[in-house]
């Protein structure tokens, strides 16, 4: 993983569940992520091994089962300072140490990120409050802790163990126990849920152990069975919180008749870049800088069959878009109250912006665009900014002049890879040939910003902001003068490394990109 930028963005809690959320649309087999926590050298609990679902097994010492590391029967931690209880107050052992501080675990620093070559906490890994900011939940802070509506300076109390308020808790949920005493329930009994202490990927709803500690952000968004406070949070536009409860868990998308089980954009992928197939909507699994992951890339423009949305707007194909009246696809929801529903296959023909097959390219995906087939003129699936094979409005030859500023498009392909981002009037529009989107300009997917500059959207919705955070009411607002989210919240773009280009967003050189990706025909991309 590469180390994060000395940017400080502020953290919201997020996370995954260890691949195959959704039945994929293609293969995933034999494709597996490098796990950089087992790099860190974290020891498992020392009184033995982890269990299946990543709670610690109890040993003769008196360890609590499902914490991580040994609440002792003298109340000592044993190292890996999970939080105990001593007079009903934590220790103050367990305060955190601020960046450029030696760590042994990520669970050391108030960043909740330790370097795992140097041995320093570094600034976190995506955006979180730090200690004393104002917070409302844990998972808006680095060490997954608010009382007293501040972020602790020490880090939440693992599932199992002793508490004296909710607000200490990872889960935030104390509850009295038979000794007179709190004791932490865990929000997501089959995994931990961000801030708990892990020795490896799969014990973590994220599938994220950094450095010892759940992390709160693989990707963008909030994985399913992670922990959220809002619907926002989530990857899948759902968040379920109990009655009385201040979080939740991310739930899965619903299933939608007349639409694919294809993963949405921002989920944990585990399989090879492709340019066409694979269980991600967008047919794109590829890295996220910050965390080092693969996750599945949002498309550029329009919405695909199968992604969720917000309203038949996203949706390629829909209303007064680019074939809709053809297509009829909708925002389909299973329920008419759920928050987000799932773009479906619409009728008669694969609209602009549909995932296609190129001519040269043999995969599971369709030929037949509602401009006319594929096998009549190739010209009509092309690849978008990501390299995505996207239906075209119309056959374009690219090696001629791209299409000029203002020319309405579906994606990023019918603009020869330049921005297709949201139009005022509705719809999407081509930017300006050889442009990039600056902060707080309109944007679809990070490919349209320049590079360094995340495009953050609302899960589902295809209008988004460069370098903006999401509202608690799903909109998108500028970001602050400081760089940091107000509220912590929503689908923040975490923090790259200094000068490094997003997967798709422009480049000269792949000294550009993040993480070693190839600089490809002018993109950050695989080929």
């Known amino acids: 993983m590469k180390r994060p930028s000395a940017t400080v ?61 040994d609440a002792r029967v003298d109340g000592s931690l044993d190292g890996s300072r999970d939080a105990t209880i ?78 004296a308020t909710s607000g200490d808790c990872c889960g935030a949920n104390c509850q009295p126990d038979p000794l007179g005493g709190g004791k932490c329930e865990p929000l997501n009994p089959t995994c931990k849920t961000a801030g708990n202490p892990c020795g490896a990927d799969g014990e973590c709803c994220s599938a994220f152990c950094n450095g010892g500690v759940c992390s709160a952000r693989p990707s963008f968004c909030t994985q399913v069975g992670d ?25 899965a998308v619903p299933s939608v008749p007349g639409s694919p089980n294809c993963s949405p954009a921002g989920t944990l992928c585990f399989e090879a870049s492709t340019t066409c197939g694979g269980s991600c909507c967008s047919r794109k699994c590829a890295v996220y800088a910050p965390s080092g992951r693969s996750i599945c890339q949002p498309a550029s423009g329009c919405r695909p069959t199968g992604e969720i949305c917000v309203g038949d707007g996203d949706c390629c194909g829909s209303g007064t878009l680019p074939d809709g009246t053809l297509a009829e696809v909708t925002c389909a929801r299973r329920n008419p109250s759920d928050p987000v529903g799932k773009c479906d296959n619409g009728k008669r023909c694969s609209p602009a912006g549909s995932i296609c097959k190129l001519a040269t390219t043999s995969c599971n995906a369709t030929d037949r665009c509602c401009s006319g087939t594929v096998q009549q003129n190739p010209l009509r699936c092309q690849q978008d900014a990501l390299g995505v094979p996207r239906c075209l409005i119309a056959p374009i030859d690219c090696t001629a002049a791209p299409p000029p500023a203002g020319t309405a498009c579906s994606s990023s392909a019918d603009c020869c890879g330049n921005p297709c981002t949201p139009s ?54 500028p970001t602050p003068d400081s760089g940091v989210p107000a509220d912590g919240g929503g689908a923040d773009g975490g923090t790259p490394p200094p000068g490094c280009a997003l997967y798709g967003q422009v480049c000269a050189a792949t000294a550009d990109c993040c993480d070693g990706v190839p600089c490809t025909s002018g993109r950050c991309r695989t080929p």
């Open 9 to 69: 963005f502020v953290l919201v809690a997020v996370a995954a569940a260890a691949g195959g959320l959704f039945a994929g649309c293609g293969s995933q087999e034999g494709i597996v992520i490098d796990d950089d926590a087992s790099a860190d050298g974290v020891s498992p609990p020392l009184d033995g091994a982890l269990d299946a679902t990543g709670g610690g097994e109890g040993g003769a010492d008196g360890a609590v089962d499902g914490g991580g590391g």
């Open 86 to 163: 001593v007079d009903g107050s934590r220790v103050d052992s367990a305060v955190c140490t601020p960046t450029g501080g030696a760590c042994a675990t990520s669970v050391d620093c108030c960043t909740a990120n330790c370097d795992a070559t140097t041995r320093l906490c570094v600034p976190p890994v995506a955006a979180c409050k730090a200690p004393g900011e104002a917070c409302a939940t844990g998972i808006e802070c680095c060490t997954s802790a608010c009382n007293g509506g501040a972020c602790d300076a020490r880090p939440c109390v693992a599932d199992g163990l002793s508490c």
């Open 227 to 251: 922990a959220c406070a809002r619907d926002t949070d989530c990857c899948t536009g759902t968040c379920t919180i109990a009655a009385g409860a201040t979080l939740g868990v991310c739930g």
């Open 424 to 477: 005022p009037a509705g719809g999407f529009v081509c930017g300006d040939p050889g442009s990039c989107v600056p902060v707080a300009g309109a944007c679809t997917t990070h490919a349209d910003c320049c590079p360094g500059t995340p495009c953050v959207f609302a899960p589902g919705s295809s209008s988004g902001a460069c370098g903006g955070v999401v509202l608690p009411d799903g909109g998108v607002g």
